[in-house]
């Protein structure tokens, strides 16, 4: 369990260890409102210079097109989700692992590291993608 900035920026250092692609449910809106760009920038930066292949599905706002408009130069794909899918809390699943984050009131993030959870939420991440 990790709690504050410093803890979900731990949280984003693990998730740039993996090796492998990334699977991200995210509302970026609510992202952005935590996180300054610079610190959103450095991620996917570090995550591009890695050449770690992330794939997102986003809630439909304006800052979700808006990753989904520059998926070529940040090794990227985007789904857009149907306008009445809505939540707060990402997502992450990498390796074996599940980081949910939330970055409303609380700002607290857990890491599920278990290999079964994780192929769960991945299966129900590519029903959706493939429904998308």
């Not at 609510?30 to 996180?35: D, I, T």
């Not at 809390?89 to 607290?108: G, R, V």
Request: net charge neutral; proline share 2%; no cysteine.
């Amino acid at each position: 369990t990790y709690q504050g900035k410093s803890g979900l920026v731990a949280i984003w250092k693990d998730i740039l260890s993996t090796k492998g692609e990334i699977l991200l449910w995210t509302n970026q809106t609510m992202e952005r409102q935590l996180f300054e760009t610079k610190q959103h920038s450095q991620f996917i930066s570090e995550r591009t210079r890695q050449r770690i292949p992330i794939r997102a599905l986003a809630v439909d706002t304006p800052d979700g097109h808006k990753l989904l408009a520059e998926d070529v130069k940040k090794n990227r794909q985007t789904k857009i989700l149907n306008a009445s899918t809505q939540f707060t809390a990402e997502t992450y699943l990498y390796d074996n692992k599940i980081a949910i984050i939330d970055h409303t009131t609380d700002i607290i993030g857990v890491i599920i590291e278990n290999q079964q959870i994780h192929e769960a939420q991945r299966a129900m991440f590519e029903l959706a993608w493939t429904a998308v």
